[in-house]
């Protein structure tokens, strides 16, 4: 097993509090110092109290007040409203204890409570003595000069806590505060009450419920119950899902609907912090049966109490009393007679049952307890009987919990469960047309906002609420636009709330495996898992499936090997984020080893990317580096994109360490193999300066003449350069001088390989064919000689480049076998990339020939294969020839539309238009006089020919002169056979035989005095 640092401190979202009393040192000196400290220590204990009953942690006694934490250890998804209700109780408390010292002492005292929520580093901490546990973090700060600001007798809160318990408390705006030590002002906000809020419905309801989507299936469900129901028959359901699904939104329609059809409803939920209020769920239902408001005088609830029991049965008299002092207002006349605390919960349980099962009652009762995992146990008891008592009486009780509860009566008869699966992507997809709107910049969201979130509603609003205020989408709710890439958005707080308690609610071996799952990945084979994790084989397997029966993972793969992936990629995010950096780097390299120690050799290079990301994000950079490079060796020429990005991620982890042989090497190679990329894929042309300066310092401090002439050849020599032909061909034949003096074989044929070309573009077929010729003397047959240096295979383009040259001279037969050599060699050395130009090539001699069926499938296709590669230099290419194929089939709307794809696709990525681009010109002008649009030709043609003629590209020159007869003449403008004249002189200069029979083709035409 790998070794992993073992640290228990956590990230964290949590809500801190602090409280103290006021002037307290002014105060202590009016005491005696032993009754002070019995009035602290009463003070203490009276907010330590609160705090445990909200569930919070008392961090630490400050001296005179003390500092909580809520949501840690444990996280709460309230932990935000727990603080608050904790205050509130505490400035009451307080005011109550400091009102008795004031009679009785004459002392002054109040509390100031200040809060705060944000994330905190929260674990045990070594002082020396013992270590204890704590919270650390800008967090923690920012709630004390909470406090500090507050007046005496109040609690203050900032922005972050308002923004998680707005609606739930009733808060008070303060407006914006400078605070020490925070670098913006800071909002801040009284708490003023308990707001009108109660749940997250309530919630929604205030902002307006979105438009309710799909769940036909389960209403229907539901309705099936409540017909039942009405024929005498009780039914209880049971909606379970994980938070956010829709539970209670499911019942709210429901509910609804009930009410409209004249259906009874009550409605009574269970609260995350109720379980020290006992009864409230019970409570709730009762008042809303009795129809009691929070307004209402005692008498009249009593009245409605009465009224309403009596009239369905006389003989509920008796238990007024009982049932009067339950719900809070006491009957001073009738006293409840004397009885225990288990006696009266009997009583009370029992009345509940003969209300609900008494026989008078004709009209169906609906009965909605909501999130059943938080009821207290006194609750829960008498629901239990409720459910037993109700048998053969039209009452239909309706609960949701979460899946870490199965209710008691899980069993019964009566009783059937309705698992709420999260929506469809099409019911996402509608959720988002109503939360965001139709603008057409929203069209992408869809799809990675269901995966986000999985199709949980809740997550989805917050999500879009999330992304409204960050700016990611402008507008109004229901009509926004998407202003940037919504991938690299953050969790709402709220959604992080919520995920975080859940994963906090494990045992401590499955979360564990949970955030080592997350950082190994989406996706974690089991093997991997077991590498990485600090656990043994049997906590191992016990905490998988603790995992999977919670539905945090599932089983992507059994065969052949178990694969474990993340159900939500927003679960993966939190436990991922609540680990501590250092933690997590740790587990990174760890991930990383068990990768290279598990899968076969030969599966590296593939995985070498993601191994690489894990040493990276380990903090191992050399050999991330290593790695980085292998995998863009892999990615080579084949995925140009991908390789570039990962040259450019070598050299910066490269540039990250300390000059040696090794990490200079990677920085020239990372370098060098950016700039070979530059001009199939495109880059600024200041970064490639810049990438050549600095690889060339690099090179000449280390001497390494290699690296030099490859440097040179790539600044100056290299295909896609803005520079005249001639200059061209000196540069290119002193780079073959250089290179020969290295001596080097495959630099030899690297070099000659890239510069072969420029012989070709300055129309000097002999000169190329040399260059070819020694490209393949020097091979001798080893088609890995020089390769993958600048070109992938030097021997297939030696190939390919003789075909061009036998098709130029009118040898038509030599120009096919050749390029058929050339396939073959580049199919055996897996180079799609000069495969691609060889057909491109292919598909032109097919045009030549008249074969314009054979031209147009072999261009096609090659389009088709070309745009996986996905590089510039080869799609433009394709595409051209596609072009080329359209001309020779008279096709001139698709040849023209071809040539503008071709053309802009290479300008787009290069910003120039490279060495072909008058060849592409001149198709273009065919393919306009094509269409008719001959002034529009015979202005193209001209500059053609004129770009041809100031660059030196002696190889468009006469192709292009005829385009420029050709539409001269179809324009029936003048100099059309004077454009023919000098095309056919250059031809024969150059000897380009097969442009010259062209040529002598129009002139004939023309001369037989037949207008186009
Ligand atoms: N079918 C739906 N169509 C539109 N919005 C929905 C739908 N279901 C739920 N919502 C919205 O999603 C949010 C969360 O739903 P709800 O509160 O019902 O979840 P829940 O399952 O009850 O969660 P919890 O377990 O936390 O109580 C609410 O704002 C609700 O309006
Ligand atoms: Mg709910």
Not at 333 to 342: G, I, K, L, Y
Not at 624 to 646: C, V
Not at 809 to 827: K, T, V, W, Y
Not at 917 to 929: I, N, V
Request: charged content about 25%; aromatic content about 6%; proline content about 4%.
């Amino acid at each position: 097993m790998h070794e992993t640092i073992k640290d228990d401190a956590e990230r964290k979202q949590v809500t801190v509090l602090f409280a103290d009393v006021s002037g307290s040192m002014d105060l202590a000196e009016q005491e005696d110092p032993e009754e002070w400290r019995e009035i602290m220590q009463r003070f203490f204990s009276t907010l330590a109290d609160t705090v445990t009953r909200f569930e919070g942690t008392v961090d630490k006694f400050t001296g005179d007040g003390i500092m909580a934490v809520f949501g840690a250890p444990v996280a709460h998804e309230d932990h935000a409203r727990r603080a608050c209700y904790a205050a509130l109780q505490m400035l009451e408390d307080v005011a109550e204890y400091a009102g008795e010292l004031r009679r009785e002492k004459g002392l002054n005292f109040s509390t100031r409570i200040g809060i705060n929520s944000g994330e905190v580093v929260a674990g045990a901490i070594d002082g020396g003595g013992g270590s204890s546990y704590t919270a650390i973090g800008h967090t923690v700060g920012l709630a004390q000069r909470m406090e500090a600001l507050a007046e005496p007798g109040k609690a203050y809160l900032t922005e972050s806590t308002a923004e998680l318990a707005r609606g739930y408390l009733d808060l008070r705006d303060l407006g914006e505060f400078e605070i020490k030590g925070a670098s913006r002002p800071v909002q801040v906000f009284e708490l003023a009450g308990v707001g009108a809020a109660r749940s997250r419905l309530d919630l929604a309801r205030e902002r307006g419920f979105s438009s309710f989507v799909g769940r036909a299936a389960e209403l229907a469900q539901l309705e099936a119950a409540l017909e039942r129901t009405k024929s005498g028959e009780a039914a209880a359901i049971g909606v379970v899902a994980e938070p956010g699904i829709g539970k209670s939104r499911l019942y709210l329609e429901f509910a609804q609907r009930c009410r409209t059809e004249g259906v009874e409803v009550f409605e009574a939920q269970a609260q995350a912090h109720g379980k020290s209020i006992p009864f409230m769920p019970i409570l709730q239902m009762l008042r809303s049966f009795y129809g009691i408001g929070d307004g209402d005088a005692e008498q009249l609830a009593r009245e409605k109490i009465a009224g309403r029991s009596l009239l369905l049965d006389p003989a509920f008299a008796a238990d007024l009393p009982l049932i009067f002092d339950f719900l809070g207002v006491p009957d001073p006349e009738r006293p409840v007679p004397q009885m225990n605390p288990e006696g009266r919960q009997r009583a009370l349980g029992d009345f509940i049952c003969r209300l609900v099962s008494n026989p008078a009652r004709k009209k169906v009762l609906v009965l909605i307890v909501e999130d059943l995992h938080w009821i207290d146990e006194g609750s829960q008891t008498m629901l239990n009987g409720l459910v037993e008592g109700m048998t053969g009486t039209p009452t239909l009780v309706l609960v949701n919990y979460r899946p870490e509860y199965t209710p008691a009566w899980a069993e019964a008869e009566v009783f059937e469960t309705i698992a709420l699966q999260p929506l469809s992507r099409a019911d996402t997809a509608k959720l988002l047309r109503d939360l965001a709107g139709e603008d057409p910049s929203l069209d992408g969201i869809d799809e990675p906002i269901h995966a986000r979130t999985g199709g949980n509603p809740f997550f989805i609003e917050e999500i879009v609420r999330e992304l409204a205020e960050a700016g990611f989408l402008l507008g109004e709710r229901g009509s926004y636009r998407l202003a940037r890439p919504i991938e690299d958005a953050g969790v709402p707080v709220t959604v992080q709330a919520v995920l975080a308690a859940r994963i906090d609610r494990l045992d401590p071996a499955s979360k564990q495996l949970l955030q080592v799952a997350s950082v190994v990945g989406k996706e974690v084979s089991g093997e991997a898992l077991r590498l990485t994790v600090d656990l043994d084989e049997e906590e191992l397997a016990g905490a998988v499936a603790e995992l999977i029966e919670a539905g945090f993972l599932y089983e992507a793969e059994i065969y052949p090997q178990r694969v474990l992936a993340f159900r939500h990629p927003l679960t993966r995010e939190v436990a991922y984020g609540t680990q501590l950096a250092s933690q997590r780097e740790a587990t990174h390299a760890a991930a990383a080893r068990a990768m290279i120690e598990l899968e076969p050799p030969d599966r590296h290079d593939e995985l070498a990317a993601l191994i690489a990301d894990h040493l990276k994000q380990g903090g191992e950079t050399l050999e991330a580096a290593r790695w980085s490079a292998r995998a863009a060796h892999w990615a080579g020429h084949s995925r140009p994109r991908d390789a570039m990005r990962l040259w450019h991620e070598v050299m910066e982890l490269s540039g990250q360490l300390e000059e040696n042989e090794e990490t200079d090497a990677l920085g020239i190679a990372s370098r060098l193999a950016q700039i070979q990329f530059a001009w199939r894929v495109g880059m600024d042309l200041e970064e490639q300066a810049e990438l050549l300066d600095e690889a060339e310092v690099i090179a000449d401090r280390r001497g390494d003449l290699h690296s030099l002439v490859l440097l040179r050849m790539s600044a100056s020599g290299r295909p896609g350069l803005q520079l005249h032909t001639d200059e061209w061909l000196q540069h290119v034949e002193e780079m073959n001088r250089m290179a020969d003096q290295a001596g080097d074989p495959h630099l030899q044929v690297a070099i000659r390989a890239a510069g072969a070309y420029a012989y070709l573009i300055a129309a000097d077929f002999a000169g190329f064919e040399r260059a070819l010729d020694e490209i393949v003397e020097l091979a001798d047959g080893d088609i890995t000689i020089g390769s993958g240096i600048i070109l992938n295979t030097p021997l297939a383009w030696a190939e390919m480049g003789k075909g061009m040259a036998h098709r130029e001279q009118g040898n038509l037969d030599g120009a096919e076998s050749h390029f058929q050599r050339a396939l073959e060699i580049a199919a055996e050395a897996g180079d799609p990339e000069t495969a691609s130009w060889v057909r491109s090539n292919q598909a032109g001699l097919m045009a030549l020939r008249g074969d314009v069926e054979g031209a147009l499938s072999v261009a096609r296709r090659n389009c088709e294969l070309t745009e996986r590669i996905g590089d510039v230099f080869s799609r433009s290419l394709a595409i051209a020839n596609l072009a080329w194929a359209h001309l020779a089939a008279e096709e001139y709307q698709e040849a023209l539309d071809s040539i503008k794809e071709a053309d802009r696709t290479y300008r787009e990525a290069m910003k120039i238009g490279g060495e072909m681009e008058a060849w592409r010109s001149q198709l273009r002008a065919r393919a306009l006089a094509g269409v008719g649009r001959t002034e529009e030709a015979v202005a193209e043609a001209e500059w053609a020919v004129r770009t041809s003629e100031e660059r030196g590209l002696r190889w468009s020159l006469p192709i292009a002169l005829l385009a420029l007869g050709r539409t001269r003449h179809a324009a029936g403008r003048e100099g059309a056979v004077e454009a023919l004249e000098e095309a056919l002189e250059v031809a024969k200069e150059t000897s380009a035989h097969t442009c010259l029979v062209d040529i002598e083709d129009q002139m004939a035409l023309i001369g037989a005095g037949n207008p186009g």
